[in-house]
């Protein structure tokens, strides 16, 4: 009877071994899966920012070319300008993305978006501006990054959605709770995203 007593504990003591050795590699194969992917989401969104950032490097040279214009509406460029400050004030810590940052950057950059538009179909008025090969080389730089920025996006969208799913699905929410990885915001989509920006170079 003792015997058969000092096996069964040795059982259950192998037993609990194994399970917490399973536990263990479980946990740590999952835990750097979400480090992995949530990286990547830091880098997606670091590469959105960037496209961002190459949009409002545009306006300086695109405000010397217009203002050379004296009879430009001077309200137009001031909108663009201040959109621009706008939007390259707002700092976002991607580790800590929430959907109100997220929401924030993107009706900035929004409001950007449409004071260039607007000042682009003002300058349809103006052929003497619309021929001026600084503001064709504008045009061109322009159309690139709103084509990159679509395109960074979605990869952003992409990322963080696989990674949204990896922490949510059970039992990696388990885990993903434990240790504190948190659901990453999307962008949304805005009316008119889905067409290329229209500006015109002839």
């Given amino acids: 009877m003792k015997n058969k007593g000092c096996m069964s504990a040795g059982t259950i003591g192998i037993a609990l071994i194994i399970i917490v050795g399973i536990l263990f590699f479980w946990g740590k194969s ?4 979400f480090v992995d992917q949530e990286q990547t989401v830091d880098a997606k969104w670091s590469n959105v920012q960037t496209v961002y950032q190459k949009r409002a490097n545009l306006i300086p040279n695109l405000e010397r070319t217009v203002k050379s214009y004296s009879k430009f509406e001077q309200e137009t460029l001031t ?4 959109a621009r ?31 260039l538009s607007r000042l682009m179909a003002v300058a349809e008025a103006y052929p003497n501006l619309k021929a001026d090969q600084q503001y064709i080389n504008f045009q061109r730089e322009y159309i690139a990054i709103e ?23 059970f039992p990696n929410n388990i885990l993903a709770n434990f240790t504190n990885f948190k659901e990453k915001p999307l962008f949304k989509a805005q009316a008119g995203a889905e067409n290329a920006p229209s500006v015109f170079t002839e």
Avoid at 99 to 109: C, H, I, L, R, V
Avoid at 147 to 168: F, G, H, L, M, Q
Wanted: net charge neutral; aromatic share 8%; glycine share 4%.
């Fill in 30 to 33: 999952g835990y750097n899966k």
């Fill in 147 to 169: 084509n990159s920025i679509r395109t960074e996006t979605v990869y952003y969208n992409n990322a963080a959605r696989d990674y949204n799913v990896s922490i949510k699905q």
């Fill in 85 to 115: 400050s706008k939007a390259t004030s707002i700092n976002i810590n991607p580790t800590n993305l929430t959907e109100e940052d997220m929401a924030k950057f993107q009706a900035a950059q929004g409001e950007l978006t449409g004071a």
């Fill in 79 to 82: 909108k663009v300008i201040e």
